[in-house]
């Protein structure tokens, strides 16, 4: 791709963070690669533009894997003289180039169909298709309606998928005529800044996300203060721009006339004084634990199609539990994992009800595991309503006793497991394990029980397990740490 062509994807970039864009054009290099929820998500939308495209059948693609992209803007071009639907159609001109996942024509001229793996109408998906009208009004391709093609969240799997009834359409020309005079504005601005020899310098903020999603989110954030305003939890991004704006950067210089809620109030004084907080209530809360006590974590899986009969688009499965024992230097450990291509949920609820026989307190990360046991009873499973009222009587949330009654600096703003455990247990970490995180945990979830070869199956078994292991000896770390903090 020319550096000189700002294409849709770039615009849309642009539109979150103008430095990713032109580091995007200007140094593809240096770019990280992407995280798994980025290759979740490309997944998705390669299987859903199938789908997609199959509910249109009888056409012919636009642009071809080789074509630059006059060559693709020409074969568009003499493909919409046949009338017929049209795959990647590639558009543009003056610089900007555009490729829409389907045209079909209309009795006056084109209706241009965005495919999205999203199951709701997002404000993107308008910025999105409006580029695209730009696109097309640049090579003189005329379309007169503009639709979204979404996943229908209430379809419900059969005996066979009907894609006809997994997938809505609906219409935005409206909403895309009312912005595209904005989107050609700032589609100037942007080609300007791509041809501009200077890096911008911009503030970094929550639109950063997280490493994984920005390919230069290391090199933006790099030799970050760790008491930058980014670490404050809750911080909206302009409150952060107003006080970086009038010379305030870090934690500690934040004027005590800002308005804050306790917490971060907790923080400010945390970083202030390098001084951890632990509440008084702390020995009182892990004292309440009754033994015999279990650490428990879930990993689930969800896809834009429904995976098993019975379920919805974007449903939780869980798939995998891992459980310790809470007492002992070596606490005993027990594990569930589903391996082939089966609903896994009963496997997965009556393993887990046979592992919790005889445990008083069951501790759990955040509510996700309650959700997921309600779900299980909402959906029928055997066993689902046990285990939902089995974690609703004897669960605690060991998050919300963190949150309630410890800060650390280290936590960086964030009371996230992966944050937190670093800073209560500085020697224990997911460092050289093949996953690391649950949107990878998913994807290879999804490649195991489609594998055919074996070795590769079990290769992945292995890496899930570890993975799910770890979490739950993660949260044995995070209590030993606790009690030590409490004095105990």
């Not at 990280?32 to 290759?39: K, N, Q």
């Not at 702390?282 to 689930?300: G, V, Y």
């Not at 939902?388 to 060991?398: A, C, F, R, Y």
Request: glycine share 8%.
């Amino acid at each position: 791709m020319s550096s000189g062509i700002l294409t849709k994807s770039l615009y849309l970039s642009g539109l979150v963070c103008p430095r990713r864009l032109w580091l995007l054009v200007n140094k593809p290099e240096i770019a990280e690669a992407v995280g798994g929820s980025d290759r979740r998500r490309m997944m998705a939308g390669i299987e859903i533009g199938g789908i997609a495209r199959g509910l249109h059948a009888g056409g012919e693609y636009g642009r071809l894997p080789d074509d630059s992209e006059e060559t693709a803007i020409q074969r568009t071009a003499d493909l919409a003289v046949q009338r017929k639907p049209i795959y990647e159609a590639a558009m543009g001109g003056d610089g900007i180039y555009a490729l829409a996942d389907i045209l079909v024509p209309n009795d006056d001229g084109w209706t241009l169909i965005e495919v999205k793996s999203s199951a709701r109408l997002k404000p993107e998906h308008v910025q999105d298709v409006s580029f695209q009208a730009l696109a097309a009004s640049k090579c003189g391709i005329k379309i007169t309606k503009f639709m979204v093609m979404l996943i229908n969240r209430d379809y419900v799997l059969g005996d066979e998928l009907i894609e006809a009834e997994l997938m809505i359409t609906e219409e935005i020309t409206k909403d895309v005529r009312e912005v595209v005079e904005v989107t050609e504005r700032i589609v100037g601005e942007q080609i300007r800044l791509i041809q501009q020899d200077e890096e911008p310098q911009l503030y970094t903020g929550s639109f950063c996300n997280k490493p994984g999603r920005c390919g230069f989110y290391k090199r933006c954030h790099e030799g970050q203060s760790e008491k930058d305003l980014e670490f404050m939890p809750a911080f909206r991004q302009k409150k952060i721009n107003e006080l970086r704006d009038s010379g305030v950067f870090t934690i500690d210089e934040i004027p005590e006339s800002t308005k804050m809620n306790p917490l971060q109030r907790r923080v400010k004084d945390v970083i202030t004084f390098s001084r951890d907080y632990v509440d008084d209530s702390l020995a009182n809360r892990l004292e309440a634990i009754k033994q015999p006590a279990a650490c428990i974590d879930f990993e689930t899986a969800q896809s834009a199609v429904p995976l098993f009969k019975g379920t919805r688009p974007y449903q939780q499965i869980p798939f995998q539990w891992s459980m310790h024992l809470l007492d002992g230097d070596n606490p005993a450990h027990s594990e569930f994992l589903c391996e082939d291509f089966i609903d896994p949920r009963e496997g997965f609820t009556q393993t887990l009800l046979a592992a919790l026989e005889g445990i008083d307190t069951i501790l759990y990360y955040s509510p996700f595991e309650v959700q997921r046991a309600k779900e299980l009873e909402e959906g029928g499973i055997p066993g689902g309503k046990e285990l939902h009222d089995l974690l609703k009587e004897k669960g605690v949330d060991q998050l919300k006793v963190l949150k309630d009654c410890v800060y650390l600096e280290g936590f960086k703003g964030s009371f996230s497991i992966k944050k937190a455990l670093p800073a209560l247990a500085p020697d224990f970490g997911y460092d050289g394990l093949a996953i690391q995180d649950g949107d990878t945990a998913v994807t290879e979830y999804l490649k195991m029980i489609s594998a055919t070869d074996p070795a590769q199956k079990q290769t992945i078994s292995d890496n899930l397990r570890a993975y799910c292991k770890m979490d739950t000896l993660a949260m044995v770390e995070v209590h030993r740490g606790l009690v030590r903090l409490s004095g105990g």
